[in-house]
């Protein structure tokens, strides 16, 4: 069953998150202080592109969206319509936004010859600090997997950054991969910080770290 709605009326604006009881208590917004950042009407710091959603009503009444999920923020739109903005599973580390986290920190695109923005993305500290600690906890959760295939093969596993990047269209950025038999790729040397972690996450192996409820993420939003 399709439970995805269309027609809101949220595409190319910021919009602050109203959270819900669960909010406190989750893995996604347990930081009080991100929480008071993102909240605030003023700082409007989510950047919101869509068209399709789902409604608070539709999704509690759906039981198996509101068994699996918990509802953490909501979003209204421009028409006034309501419609569910995060959401984060009760027993498994599945996450998921209707916003766009990764704009604040990344895109800056302008129309050709103007400086007027393609979208209406926020760039102030708060917006820029939100966007760092979702991506921090998004890391975090990756770093848990101990199933990895990394062997340091910087000709296997070269960072992106060592690719040739063109523009694409507004605001793309388009990484020429080449065949990996045929090409070396230049890698960057690692880093004695590079190399400690490197060290302490083998020494590790399989033991898991519960970020999931009560830990504090190291990374505050300024208010001001």
């Known amino acids: 069953m399709n439970t995805m709605q269309s027609g809101f009326d949220s595409w190319n604006i910021s919009l602050p998150l109203s959270f819900t009881e669960m909010a406190s208590t989750s893995f996604l917004f347990h930081d009080e202080t991100i929480r008071a950042v993102a909240a605030d009407v003023s700082k409007n710091v989510t950047m919101n592109n869509h068209q399709n959603g789902i409604d608070p009503a539709s999704f509690q009444n759906n039981m198996a969206l509101s068994s699996m999920f918990d509802m953490l923020s909501t979003n ?67 770093r848990r997997n101990t199933q990895h295939v990394y062997s340091g093969d910087v000709e296997l596993f070269p960072s992106v950054w060592s690719y040739e990047m063109r523009s694409g269209v507004d605001f793309e950025q388009i990484f020429l991969i080449p065949n990996i038999s045929t ?39 300024s208010i001001g």
């Open 76 to 142: 209204v739109d421009r028409k006034g319509r309501g419609f569910v903005s995060s959401m984060e599973a009760k027993f498994y580390p599945f996450y998921g936004v209707q916003f766009h986290p990764e704009k604040n920190n990344f895109e800056y695109g302008t129309y050709p010859g103007t400086d007027i923005p393609y979208e209406a993305i926020h760039h102030s500290s708060d917006a820029i600090a939100v966007s760092f600690y979702m991506a921090q906890l998004f890391v975090d959760e990756a």
């Open 183 to 221: 090409t070396k790729v230049e890698q960057y040397p690692l880093n004695a910080d590079d190399v400690t972690r490197k060290n302490a996450i083998g020494k590790r192996g399989g033991e898991k770290k519960d970020l999931r409820k009560g830990t504090k993420v190291s990374l505050r939003a």
